[in-house]
């Protein structure tokens, strides 16, 4: 099972073989060693056997295939995550815009292609995955018949002799489940994972006050939100005079952070506070200032990382620099400013690259080395929570990690991303509860492993919403049933006794839910997830069957099933019943 029989190298294919070979200018060598249990780890080297330096091609192992369901896993944290066979390419996503696909996939060129896990691959026969991360990405991708782990190295050069170590590939036949353990475990160890940082009880502005987030709302809310017991208090997207200028604040918001650190930390709570680092908006400040610190594409135009405010947004180039000086220093400022949580989004805008520059490291060292200058700025004691982030290059840096798409108010996608034509083939990515209860269900294993899993926010709240009591339930009984790291995005001066029931209900999974986890079988209708002391069981079918003719599919969610379910095993192992 996954034995290799193929090595590629850029277009060319070769039969696969252990030790020291000679391709062309290349030298491969590759070690294969066991990892007890029926694993193994393959290590791969290349080296210069040319006189002069050469850029680097793509280097690709093929595995037999595999029959059954993937996981389709992208390599960011709103990236689509879902069970499918290897056939299910959604070939209309080579129809989506290229700024699009390089946000939500590592390789944008295999969109609709193949079936890819970024960068690991769960099936029904075990689990191929690689190691690492901080040095190159690299991702396993799957078509009908075929099964390829492939090593990008982005055409970077390398000198005359020089060698270069490739991520090593992590190869577990075996149960699906089980695998999927032994995988995320392995991959934290090999990057020094911070899995142990202890979890605060959140509150966030975001899902409550979006973009239009006032200083009079944040004020309401420390009140109520300490009476909760709330410990880290988040101020959100809103407060910037533009995205990239963090240090200028919008309108009204004159002189805030200062005051309203004080005012957060005087209630007996650690300020909280949003920002994108590897992001600026077109007409920013820091465009206008520092148009050297942009990334550029081949013939010197901005790259477009984004398309959101009402705006084009351009990414900074990590491997300036300048770019790095500018985020220690940021993030230092903002700690003197008071806040010593820092939710940092957009973060694969620091991995995108330019196509056809010339590169002289990885994309991955370049979001590493961006993320390192922002834990660097912020020191060793602050809270640092990754969102929007390609996984790999993140471990050993963040705290947590969102691991879903967006939450939201409603169940199912709103009609302007039901809308957009970008989204065709990306229908898992965008805002909705079921997005968030979806992806952070199959990458529960991740918690406590990497870091600590960032569910997205929760809403308990019964206004300002359009989501039904059950369709609450179950998004509060996923995030328990997940590690249970509870952000809140509520207007809390409203809460009543329903609101606080529901809270009280998720913290007391907090502590013995706590723990690493394991998914019993990733591929079962009723999909178990188990941690030392509670179980959350999904009945996925509920959860993703195609629309009823009469409505939404949220239809399929009132029937109560999965949601009876989730909370009936939740307070059965709480109660301690047999
Ligand atoms: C603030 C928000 C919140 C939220 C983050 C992130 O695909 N998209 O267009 C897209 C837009 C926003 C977004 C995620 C994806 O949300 O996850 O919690 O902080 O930014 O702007």
Not at 43 to 55: C, M, T
Not at 248 to 261: K, V
Request: aromatic share 8%.
């Amino acid at each position: 099972m996954f034995e290799p029989i193929a090595l590629r190298i850029g277009d060319d294919r070769y039969v696969f073989g252990e030790g020291r070979r000679q391709f062309g200018s290349l030298e491969l060598i590759c070690d294969r060693e066991d990892r007890g249990g029926g694993a193994s780890l393959l290590r791969l080297r290349v080296r210069n056997a040319r006189n002069d330096e050469q850029s680097l091609p793509d280097v690709a192992v093929e595995l037999e295939p595999v029959a059954g369901e993937v996981l389709e896993h992208g390599w960011q944290s709103w990236s689509v995550v879902r069970r499918c066979s290897p056939a299910d390419v959604r070939p209309k996503r080579t129809e989506s815009a290229k700024w699009e696909r390089a946000r939500l996939l590592t390789d944008p060129d295999l969109a609709g292609r193949a079936v890819v896990g970024e960068p690991f691959l769960v099936s029904e026969a075990g689990v191929v995955g690689f190691l690492g991360g901080g040095a190159n990405f690299a991702v396993v991708a799957a078509s009908p018949g075929r099964l390829e782990a492939v090593s990008l190295l982005d055409g970077i050069a390398l000198g005359p002799g020089e060698q270069r170590e490739l991520e090593p590939l992590w190869v577990g036949p075996g149960d699906a489940g089980g695998r999927y353990s032994d995988f995320a475990e392995a991959w934290g160890q090999s990057q020094a994972a911070r899995s142990n940082t202890r979890a605060p009880l959140g509150w966030c502005s975001w899902y409550q006050y979006f973009g239009k987030v006032t200083p009079a709302d944040i004020r309401a809310n420390i009140g109520p939100a300490k009476a909760l017991g709330v410990d880290v208090f988040q101020i959100d997207d809103g407060y910037q005079a533009a995205i990239g200028d963090w240090l200028t604040p919008m309108e009204g918001w004159e002189g805030q952070l200062e005051d309203l650190s004080q005012e957060i930390k005087a209630a007996g709570m650690t300020p909280g506070i949003w920002t994108a680092p590897f992001l600026a908006a077109e007409d920013s400040r820091l465009a206008s200032e520092h148009p050297d610190w942009l990334l550029r594409g081949p013939s010197g135009e901005p790259v477009r990382a984004e398309r959101n405010w009402g705006r084009w947004i351009f990414a900074l180039d990590a491997t300036n620099d300048g770019v790095l000086s500018h985020l220690g220093h940021v993030f230092e400022r903002l700690v003197e400013l008071g806040y010593t949580y820092h939710k940092i989004d957009f973060c694969y805008a620091g991995a995108i690259g330019a196509d056809g520059a010339p590169r002289s490291s990885t994309r991955a060292q370049a979001l590493r080395s961006g993320l390192a200058a922002i834990r660097k700025g912020i020191g060793d004691d602050a809270f640092l929570l990754g969102c929007g982030c390609p996984f790999g290059p993140a471990i050993g840096l963040v705290d947590a990690m969102r691991v879903s798409a967006d939450t939201a108010p409603r169940w199912d996608l709103s009609q302007r991303w039901r809308d957009d034509p970008e989204m065709t083939g990306f229908e898992e990515h965008p805002p909705s509860g079921r997005n968030a209860v979806e992806a952070t269900v199959l990458r529960a294993p991740l918690h406590r492993r990497l870091w600590v899993n960032d569910p997205d926010c929760l809403m308990v709240r019964h206004y300002d919403t359009e989501l039904n009591d059950q369709q609450i339930d179950l998004m509060a009984a996923t995030i328990a049933g997940t590690g249970g790291f509870v952000v809140i995005s509520d207007d809390c001066s409203r809460y009543g006794t329903a609101e606080y029931d529901l809270l009280d209900k998720v913290r007391s999974l907090d502590g013995p839910g706590d723990t690493p986890l394991e998914i019993a079988d990733p591929f079962a209708d009723v999909l178990e997830v188990k941690s030392g002391a509670s179980l959350l069981a999904i009945d996925w079918d509920a959860l993703s069957e195609p629309p009823p003719p009469s409505g939404g599919r949220s239809a399929v969610i009132d029937a109560a099933g999965p949601v009876g379910l989730a909370w009936a095993r939740l307070d059965h192992r709480l109660d301690g019943r047999p």
